[in-house]
């Protein structure tokens, strides 16, 4: 039984299988698991690729991630300095994040909108400060766009610009959506299908944000699961203590432990076909390019369903549905991980920042989001008196910005991060810059088409494919998790792939109340 990916889709996918007996081979074509969800540590400095808050609707998910890193017993050194109280584990052996390793953290989310050379609620709260920065001619205009929106909404929705500005408004729209999803995709909202919006922003409105605002201070769902919230305003989360990249490790070593084999930089290059089934694959050693061909009875898939498809190998792949396959398009990220001494940044009242993230909605800088990775977890910094930032930026590979020199970008996102007044330049200490292809799966571009793969893959009768490019949807770590378990279950007869398409595209997977 082959796995092909080593992130949380593909390690989810080894534990079920092995919980039914079945030891499988994981291969991995990076150096290290967790897929885009991993950690990596540069001088001692922990850093996500991108920050991961783990957050599931699904009990059974966040039960395995606590049976992997059992949830604190004891509060976090920032918790305890600044006085704040957390949901805890009071079983007698739950680990203190001060003394053990291996320990789930619960986070306080704050994450802010700067704007105007000031900071809005995210998402785009209507509180009366919120009013009072905006001043009373925007919010007139925003009042009148909204109620014109809800008279006149557009009908059908054909583009996210549709989908959002019958939720919001256009006042608002325009304000707070428009430019900063057209840097996160690089194409206009009306070129964006409004089913992404279904999926990021589904339960939201202006009436639930402005609920939302209205109820904050008197509700107190302070639960791990926070059922009663939707997620875009979920305000507590579960973090590793070493990063998101611990979990994956820690689960990619249990399932060593018992006995499935992981390969570390094996390429998966050719998927050898016969009769609609899947007979081996070529892996290429990514160190020596040494290739090698591995029989096999079944494949779990979380490898970019793109490059699956392009590298199926002696079956008859039907030309429309290589043409959709190549048609499919991702959005790369670099991050540039970023220590300085201090921010110059702080709250009105002087108080320190304590932000895990910040949309940075400024129109003279192409930074998309920073990530302030103390506020994720006190123990990813070396030194507590240094400030760990990560600088996302969103582009395409092969453009301008991701063939930028390192040392060329990380000065022009010292610069910019200086212009918008968080650092002065004086203060960096060290910086790293990352790029991750595929970070984003687009919802243009062939996606449209994407029916077509669907069919064609759901033909060969030893093939799944699971997780967020392996299902070229824009999945959390849970529903690859739970993509991933749906497969394992198709696979030994006890669901179908109708429950593996289902993950993430139905009203329950879509956590509005
Ligand atoms: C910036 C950013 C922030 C995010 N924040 C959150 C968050 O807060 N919360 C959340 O739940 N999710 C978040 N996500 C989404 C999360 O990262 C993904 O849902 C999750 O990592 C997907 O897991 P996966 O296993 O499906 O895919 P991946 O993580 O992409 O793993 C696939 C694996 O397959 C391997 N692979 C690819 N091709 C081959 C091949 N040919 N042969 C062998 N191996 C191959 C890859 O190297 C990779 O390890 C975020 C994503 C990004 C980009």
Request: proline fraction near 4%; charged fraction near 25%; charge should be negative.
């Amino acid at each position: 039984m082959v796995i092909i990916g080593a992130g949380p889709a593909g390690l989810a996918a080894a534990s079920a299988l092995i919980e039914r007996g079945v030891t499988p081979l994981v291969l991995e074509a990076e150096a290290q698991v967790g897929g885009i969800s991993k950690t990596i540590v540069h001088e001692g400095n922990r850093m996500d690729i991108g920050p991961h808050r783990f957050y599931s609707k699904s009990d059974d998910v966040t039960a395995w991630w606590l049976s992997i890193l059992p949830l604190q017993g004891a509060p976090s050194s920032d918790d305890i300095a600044l006085g704040r109280t957390v949901p805890l584990n009071d079983a007698a052996d739950a680990p203190d994040p001060s003394r053990e390793r291996d320990v789930m953290l619960s986070r306080s989310r704050l994450s802010r909108i700067l704007f105007l050379g000031r900071f809005f609620d995210y998402p785009v709260s209507l509180s009366a400060a919120t009013l009072k920065r905006l001043g009373s001619s925007r919010t007139i205009r925003i009042g009148w766009s909204y109620l014109a929106a809800r008279l006149h909404p557009t009908r059908p929705e054909r583009s996210l610009e549709d989908f959002i500005v019958n939720r919001f408004g256009r006042e608002l729209y325009e304000l707070f959506f428009k430019d900063y999803t057209e840097k996160v995709w690089g194409v206009p909202c009306n070129e964006i299908e409004p089913e992404w919006g279904a999926q990021r922003i589904k339960g939201i409105s202006l009436a639930v944000a402005i609920k939302h605002a209205l109820t904050k201070a008197f509700r107190g769902d302070d639960s791990i699961s926070q059922k009663e919230t939707e997620t875009s305003l979920i305000g507590r989360f579960l973090y590793p203590k070493l990063g998101a990249g611990q979990i994956w490790e820690a689960a990619a070593a249990r399932i060593e432990q018992c006995g499935a084999a992981l390969r570390l930089n094996a390429e998966v290059v050719a998927i050898d076909l016969s009769s609609g089934r899947v007979k081996s694959v070529r892996i290429r050693d990514t160190r020596t390019d040494a290739e090698e061909t591995l029989p096999c009875q079944a494949v779990l898939s979380s490898m970019p369903v793109n490059d699956f498809v392009l590298r199926c190998r002696g079956g008859d792949v039907p030309d429309e549905v290589l043409r959709v396959a190549r048609g499919l398009i991702h959005r790369d990220l670099v991050t540039c991980g970023m220590l300085v001494s201090k921010l110059a940044i702080s709250n009105p009242d002087g108080s320190p920042i304590l932000d895990n993230w910040i949309y940075i909605q400024e129109r003279e800088v192409r930074l998309g989001r920073l990530v302030v990775f103390n506020n994720w977890s006190p123990y990813l910094v070396a030194d507590p008196d240094t400030v760990w930032l990560g600088l996302e930026y969103f582009c395409q590979e092969g453009d301008a910005m991701w063939t930028m020199p390192d040392d060329e970008f990380a000065k022009m996102a010292t610069a910019e991060l200086a212009s918008i007044n968080i650092i002065d330049e004086a203060d960096v200490l060290d910086h790293v810059v990352l790029h991750v292809r595929k970070a984003y799966p687009a919802y243009f571009g062939a996606y449209t088409e994407f029916d077509l793969v669907r069919q064609w893959l759901d033909t060969l009768s030893n093939a799944y494919v699971m997780g967020r490019n392996g299902m070229h949807r824009y999945n959390n770590m849970d529903h690859s998790v739970l993509s991933a378990w749906a497969a394992v279950a198709a696979l030994i007869g006890e669901g179908t792939r109708e429950d593996v398409w289902r993950v993430n595209a139905e009203e329950t997977y879509h956590e509005e109340r």
